[in-house]
């Protein structure tokens, strides 16, 4: 749900800088608009998310490719080339290892949502295959789509040259015209995506606990179109956060809903992996095989929650990162002590039915 926010934030700005007018009111104009056609059907989820999705696939390939172009040498017009600016002018993490935690927040709300593809197979014939096919091929999108592109900027660019848009800039030495309206559009058909899912994501989720008997049922409720409207709307009333932050806070508001989902991110892969290890145990205990597996379980698994944990403490410490972790920290205590609360009640009115 806090992803929400962020993109309508994200979009908000962009089309600020595009068409002028009011923050809010664009913020507000997007979290309605990807509303609506969650509310129509599942179906049109996914064709928007296709078309999305094809935008910035086929953007990120031609920025790499363009990219790679500059640093062989082969467009005469290029200011930049070659790869020295991966240690020029102040060396390989010229601002320490610090900066490199310090921008681990940001890093993990780029990375958040490949856990969408277990909610989204939910409503897939063959969930099991989906999910197996989905979860192998983000190794190697990760590796192009992230690692190549950011590749391509510190190559190109100085880092003490690089503003908020480091798109932007790169194309702008390599020399390609109108790259600041190219790079806006499709930033902003991302951002649409990131919301679209973020939106879809929170809203099966909520349904899904409705359906556990952890939310209200109202949440259960389902439109003749088979989408969950009350979940949806519910879920959309959060993106209003968004148009409240960018009235009253604009300059603050992206920053600071960056860096707390990042860090929600962390405590949900937390959550994630400390799941998988319990409930992995216990599945083999039993003799039940997985359908989905997971290589070197437990011990992968066991790294990963110790990196995490690593990873927060570490944050912890930083004056950048603290209030991002703290409202972090707050929000997974809330929830959790909720959640604890509820099942111990259930538990002890079940108790009491079957005594009775």
């Known amino acids: 749900m806090l992803v929400i926010p962020v993109e309508a934030t994200a979009a908000a700005d962009i089309l600020t800088g595009l068409i002028g007018g009011a923050q809010w009111i664009w913020a507000l104009a997007v979290t309605l608009l ?3 056609t969650n509310l129509a059907s599942v179906g049109n989820y996914g064709e928007f998310e296709f078309w999305f999705a094809l935008i910035k696939v086929v953007a990120t390939v031609a920025f790499i490719a363009i990219g790679l172009a500059a640093i062989f040498g082969l467009i005469p017009d290029s ?16 601002n320490g290892f610090g900066a490199v935690i310090a921008g681990l927040l940001i890093t993990m709300f780029s990375f958040m949502g490949t856990e969408i593809v277990t909610i989204a197979a939910a409503e897939s014939p063959n969930p099991s295959a989906g999910i197996s096919r989905a979860v192998n091929s983000v190794i190697w999108r990760i590796s192009l789509f992230y690692i190549g592109s950011i590749f391509v900027i510190v190559a190109l660019m100085p880092y003490d040259q690089l503003d908020d848009g480091s798109y932007q800039s790169t194309l702008q030495a390599i020399g390609i015209p109108g ?11 991302a951002v649409a995506s ?13 349904f899904s606990l409705g359906e556990r008997r952890d939310a209200p049922q109202a949440v259960r409720k389902v439109a003749g179109n088979g989408a969950p409207w009350v979940a949806v709307l519910a879920s959309m009333v959060v993106g209003f956060v968004a148009v409240i932050g960018n009235y009253l806070l604009p300059e603050e508001d992206l920053r600071l809903s960056l860096a707390t989902s990042g860090a929600v991110a962390l405590f949900v892969y937390l959550a994630i992996a400390s799941s998988q290890l319990v409930l992995g145990r216990r599945m083999r205990s039993e003799g ?7 290589w070197l379980f437990p011990y992968l698994t066991v790294v990963t929650i110790a990196g995490i944990v690593a990873i927060l403490v ?12 703290l409202l972090s920290a707050i929000s ?22 079957q005594t009775g």
């Open 314 to 325: 570490l944050m912890a410490f930083d004056p950048e990162q603290q209030q991002a972790i």
């Open 194 to 206: 990131c919301l679209n899912s973020a939106l879809y994501t929170a809203s099966r989720m909520l």
């Open 332 to 353: 997974a205590a809330f929830i959790v002590g909720a959640g604890v609360v509820v099942h111990r009640r259930r538990r002890r009115d079940r108790s009491l039915v």
């Open 34 to 36: 990807l509303t609506i």
């Open 179 to 189: 790259s600041n309206l190219i790079m806006d559009l499709v930033i902003l058909t």
């Open 288 to 294: 039940e095989r997985a359908p989905v597996r997971m």
């Open 79 to 94: 200011q930049v080339s070659g790869v020295h600016h991966l240690w020029q002018p102040d060396g390989f993490m010229p």
